[in-house]
Each structure stands twice: as structure tokens, then as C-alpha cells.
């Protein structure tokens, strides 16, 4: 309407069609209707007022409708003589081009997919959502998100890995927090709003994210559940979760800008030796451009009404919490559960059953569901790694564990001189490892008693043996008290020990000689 009223007024100033055309207020053939009724109606006179957009608009419609016959008709659709079938198929989930294409194939449909598409988007009608702006008082949120990175080269391994950026965005004053990472972990998540709330000297009442699982563990409109490491910090802190709907990001639109941003301003035409030198660049950029800019919205610098919202930021507490993480884990037959790659032990009466781990930079804690206190050891440092306490195994496990050969040996002590002897005679065996042995050995003491023990070991060692199962049969036969048997004479003389069968005396080899 505002440009058939601009080409009436240079009508009534004596312009022509051809002039006005020139001048792209509208085309040739669109002036001379416009003129025609505005002759019929007498809106070229310049001694009465312009006419209404109103009065103009009814006009060239009752025009329109006298030169059609009293109908105004719609420009006609190719697909008309297939609306039906076109809008069961939409009914159905079929895409357009696949309507299109069945049209073709099947019904000899002869136009564009255009057509079809045109007559879709006529079907779905067009919504359009009203929308709010949000506004946040100082001190009040800070938007949190992930963005994804450039890779970097990892100065260990010598190979590029992927980085994400971590953004917080103070909602009052737009001023941010960015630092790049190499995971999407709770615990990096946790650590980066312990470097955010430093980087700004204080803490905001409600922190707004979207649903991560590295914070969300449920994300539901009504009731999402957050994770209870991250539910942890913010009680540590003292801000409030403020999770929004799922799928819906226009809820934390700031932040969403803010990672818009940094992809397009900081990221764009840089270059990065690893991740030291993006985050350092990373530090520069938000001081010394970022929050120096004139903002698209605050049409303020971030930094100078960050200076007016630091006031209003609670306090950093005095004492962070840790940073931590918490898991579910089943205690496996060894009496040990495993976390992140390393195995830690917890009383044997749990095998079978799961316990929740917690686990921070230097220590891994088990709890039951009451949350009390199962076992606590120091955090493995590579993977593999076991930790186990003596008191968490079964009865037979644990005493198996604790005879060392150290702990033989003043078992042994403990029992006599002889059954020491007998003890450091059979681990001195450079061939065969008798740890069992021995172990079974002083275990005879539980049965036939100290006494008797070493009394069969004396034994044992008057006849130069090394053997804990004749000292096993002795006590079990009762001979540990029996003297020795005396030696025979041909035990006694030294020509004939042994059972050769040819042996004779040395005297009678002598007389051999001398009768040769």
C-alpha cells in the first residue's frame, strides 16, 4: 500500500508511467491499472486528499473481482486432481519427493516437484512460535555450553587430537569465561566452572544449561535428576541448577551466541601450536577483544557492565569443593570393584552386590546405599593397578596372603630351634620353590601342637632330611618321640655303604693282589 500511495502522489504531481518505472516504483502495466482506477475514482485531483490504504485497497479488488466475472479465482495448482491421495501419503509421514516421485511413476503426473512441495507447505500451514526476551537482573545467571574445537597436537603422543571449549556467559553484562578441553567428562565439567567463578571472583545465583550427560543424568520436562557430582559443586558453591527443557536452546540463547562467537571471531584465521597456546590465546582474546567489543545487544562492553555486575556475584566460598565423580560398580569374586581401569578392594561380604564409588584426585571411597563409609584407598595413577586392604578378604585369603616367607620364619621361630633349622633348609632349595611346603608345615602345629612339631622336626634333622611330609607321617604314626634306630655294621664300616651287589671287603681285594 505504501507504494501505490507513493505512485498516486506522483500521478497527481503530473509524473508518467514511463518515468515512475524508471524510478522502480512499480511496473508499467501496474501503473496503468493503478491509473485507471484512480480516474474512475478521482484520486487524481489534487484539490481532494489522498485516499486510505484502506479505500486504495478495496478498490483494485472490486476491480479485480468486475474484471474476473465476480469471482476471484486462486492461480491454479498442477496438482490439484491429486490433493486427495497427495494429502493421505502426507498423512502417512511420506516425504515430497517421494509423493513426487509416485505421482510420476504411477498417475502420469507431469509437473515439478515444486508443485508438490508448494501444495505440502499449503497443507502444514505455516506456525510461527511467539517468542520473549529474557531479561536478567546483575548477578542473577551465567549460561553455560560446550562448543566444538579445532584439533591440536598433543605434545605426549606427538598426534592431533579434538578439542570442545567450555563457555560461561554472565547474563546481566555478556562478559565470558572460554577454555578449551580434550573431553566432555563430569569431572572436566566440574573443573571448568571452578576456573569460571575464579575468573570472575564470584558466583552467580542460578547457572542455566542445556542437558548434558556429563551434568544431567534424566532430562524430562518436568523432573530431570542431576548428576551427583555436579549437584556436589553447585552445593559447594551455592548456585542453583537450572536445566532447560529438552530440545529447546532458545531457553539459553545468550550462551548460544556467545559459542556463535567464539567460532566465528577467535577461532577463525588462527593458528595453534597445542592445547597451552589456544587457551593462552584463548585468555587474551576475552580481555582484550571480546570484552572490549560493543555488544549486539547491551550495545555496552561486557567488561564495563561486568564492573557493575561483580557486586552483585555472591562470594567464592572458602573452601571449593572437590572436584569429583561418582559410579555404580559391582564387586566381582576377587572382592574388588573397578573404576576407570583400576581396581580397589572392599569387604568380601559385598561380592555379588553394587556400591556407589566416589572418586577424586587423590582418593577412591566406597560407599553402600546408606551412604556409609565401605573402604577408602589412594586414586590409581595408570591402569591396572590394584589396591587391596588385607582386613577385605575372606578368612582363607587372608591368612594364605599373609604367609611370606618372612612371616614363616617366625612362625618357625616361634615353634623351636629345630623346626627353624628344617624352615631355612627347605627355602634355601635353589631349585625348587617350597613355600607350600613350609607353609604346611607349621600348619601342623594347629593339629599335633608345638611341641610335638618340633620334636619331629629334631628328629628329621638328627637323620640330615629335608622333607615336611616324613615329619607329617612321624606325627601322624606317633614315632616324633621314638629314639633313632643304632646303625648296623655294615652301616658302620665304610667299605660297605650302599647295596651294590659286588662289593667285597678292601682286605680281600688286597689279598687278590698279592696272590697275583
Not at 140 to 154: N, T
Not at 254 to 273: D, H, M, P
Request: overall charge positive.
Amino acid at each position: 500500500m505504501h507504494e501505490y500511495r507513493e505512485a498516486l502522489y506522483r500521478m497527481r504531481r503530473g509524473e508518467r508511467d514511463r518515468q515512475m518505472a524508471r524510478d522502480g516504483v512499480m511496473g508499467r502495466h501496474k501503473l496503468a491499472r493503478l491509473r485507471s482506477v484512480a480516474e474512475q475514482e478521482g484520486w487524481l485531483d489534487v484539490a481532494r486528499a489522498l485516499p486510505p490504504e484502506a479505500q486504495i485497497l478495496q478498490a483494485l479488488r472490486a476491480r479485480r473481482r468486475a474484471q474476473s466475472g465476480g469471482v476471484v479465482r486462486e492461480p491454479a495448482c498442477s496438482v490439484e486432481g491429486f490433493a486427495e491421495l497427495i494429502a493421505q501419503w502426507h498423512g502417512q509421514g511420506v516425504q515430497g519427493v517421494a509423493i513426487h516421485a509416485a505421482l510420476v511413476r504411477n498417475h502420469g503426473f507431469g509437473g515439478h516437484y515444486s508443485s508438490v512441495r508448494r501444495y505440502l507447505a499449503k497443507l502444514k500451514g505455516r506456525r510461527i512460535d511467539a517468542t520473549m526476551i529474557l531479561e536478567f537482573a546483575p548477578g542473577e545467571a551465567a549460561q553455560v555450553d560446550f562448543g566444538a574445537g579445532p584439533a591440536v597436537l598433543d605434545p605426549v603422543s606427538g598426534e592431533r587430537v579434538r578439542t570442545w571449549f567450555f563457555v560461561m556467559t554472565l547474563c546481566f553484562s555478556r562478559h565470558q569465561y572460554v577454555e578449551f578441553v580434550c573431553d566432555q567428562s563430569s569431572q572436566t565439567w566440574q573443573r571448568c566452572h571452578h576456573h569460571a567463578l575464579r575468573h570472575f571472583g564470584g558466583v552467580v545465583r542460578r547457572v542455566i544449561i542445556d542437558n548434558p550427560k556429563c551434568a544431567i543424568t534424566r532430562a524430562v520436562l518436568d523432573d530431570p535428576q542431576v548428576q551427583r557430582a555436579y549437584a556436589e559443586c553447585a552445593q559447594g558453591y551455592g548456585f542453583l541448577v537450572s536445566p532447560c527443557p529438552p530440545a529447546d536452546p532458545a531457553k539459553k540463547g545468550i550462551v548460544e551466541s556467545g559459542v556463535k562467537y567464539v567460532k566465528g571471531n577467535f577461532l577463525a584465521l588462527r593458528e595453534f601450536v597445542d592445547l597451552d597456546d589456544l587457551n593462552r590465546q584463548a585468555r587474551q582474546w576475552v580481555m582484550h577483544e571480546a570484552g572490549r567489543r560493543i555488544h549486539g545487544t547491551t550495545r555496552e562492553q561486557p567488561l564495563a557492565l561486568f564492573e557493575l555486575e561483580r557486586a552483585a556475584l555472591q562470594p567464592l566460598p572458602a573452601r571449593a569443593p572437590e572436584v569429583c565423580a561418582w559410579a555404580r560398580a559391582s564387586v566381582h569374586r576377587d572382592t574388588h570393584v573397578q573404576f576407570d581401569y583400576c581396581l580397589y578392594s572392599v569387604p568380601y561380604t559385598l561380592i555379588g552386590t553394587e556400591v556407589f564409588v566416589r572418586a577424586t584426585a587423590s582418593l577412591v571411597q566406597a560407599f553402600d546405599a546408606e551412604h556409609r563409609l565401605l573402604a577408602s584407598h589412594p586414586r590409581g595413577t595408570r591402569r591396572g593397578q590394584r589396591f587391596t586392604q588385607p582386613d577385605h578378604l575372606p578368612p582363607a585369603a587372608k591368612a594364605w596372603s599373609m604367609q611370606t616367607p618372612r612371616y614363616c620364619l617366625e612362625q618357625a621361630r616361634a615353634v623351636g630351634p629345630a623346626c627353624l633349622a628344617l624352615v631355612q633348609r627347605m627355602f634355601g632349595d635353589r631349585v625348587l620353590d617350597r613355600l607350600r611346603g613350609v607353609q604346611g608345615l607349621l600348619r601342623l602345629a594347629d593339629t599335633y601342637g608345638g611341641e610335638r612339631l618340633e620334636a619331629a622336626c629334631r628328629r628329621v634333622g638328627e637323620v640330615d632330611l629335608v622333607s615336611s611330609r616324613t615329619v607329617r607321617l612321624m606325627l601322624e604314626r606317633g614315632l616324633e618321640s621314638e629314639p633313632p634306630p643304632a646303625p648296623t655294621a655294615a652301616a658302620a664300616s665304610p667299605v660297605y655303604q650302599g647295596k651294590a651287589r659286588f662289593y667285597r671287603p678292601a682286605t680281600a681285594q688286597q689279598g687278590a693282589l698279592e696272590l697275583n
